[in-house]
């Protein structure tokens, strides 16, 4: 803490760590010896950090076509590449992602026949 700072009684800034890919993840804290509070004062717990991962699982990715608490089954296959890049650059005219097109078009061909 540099003398101003001492004598003015401020904490300097504290700044954020830089975060690579390289960085090790771990705890951070050890939730049986540290006393930590969430910003609306719960106290964070094993069980609650439990709970935040869960909800953090289960509202990432894109949301189901299935409904709200399945899974979407997921189709790959291979095009070649020229289909690949036609397919992109009509999507993109269409306000559409790939996945988009391509669901349209097998829902289409299947209900056809």
Same mark, same amino acid.
């Given at each position: 803490?540099?003398? /101003?700072?001492?004598?003015?009684?401020? /904490?300097?800034?504290? /700044?954020?760590?830089?975060?690579t890919?390289?960085?090790?993840? %771990?705890?951070?804290? =050890? $939730? =049986?010896?540290?006393?930590?509070?969430? &910003? =609306? %004062?719960?106290? $964070?717990?094993?069980?609650?950090?439990?709970?935040?991962v869960?909800?953090?699982?289960?509202?990432?990715?894109?949301?189901?076509?299935?409904?709200?608490?399945?899974?979407?089954?997921q189709?790959?296959?291979?095009?070649?590449?020229?289909?690949? *890049?036609?397919?992109?650059?009509?999507?993109?005219? *269409? %306000? /559409?992602?790939?996945?988009? $097109?391509?669901?349209?078009? $097998?829902? &289409?061909?299947?209900? &056809?026949?």
């Amino acid at each position: 803490m540099s003398t /101003k700072n001492r004598q003015s009684g401020h /904490k300097p800034a504290r /700044k954020s760590p830089k975060v690579t890919s390289t960085t090790p993840i %771990g705890r951070d804290v =050890d $939730l =049986d010896r540290d006393d930590v509070h969430l &910003a =609306d %004062g719960t106290w $964070l717990t094993d069980s609650v950090v439990e709970q935040i991962v869960e909800q953090a699982r289960r509202s990432a990715g894109r949301p189901s076509l299935s409904g709200a608490a399945a899974s979407s089954p997921q189709i790959a296959f291979r095009v070649p590449r020229e289909v690949r *890049e036609r397919a992109a650059e009509v999507a993109a005219r *269409e %306000g /559409k992602t790939v996945s988009q $097109l391509a669901r349209e078009a $097998l829902e &289409a061909r299947v209900k &056809a026949s």
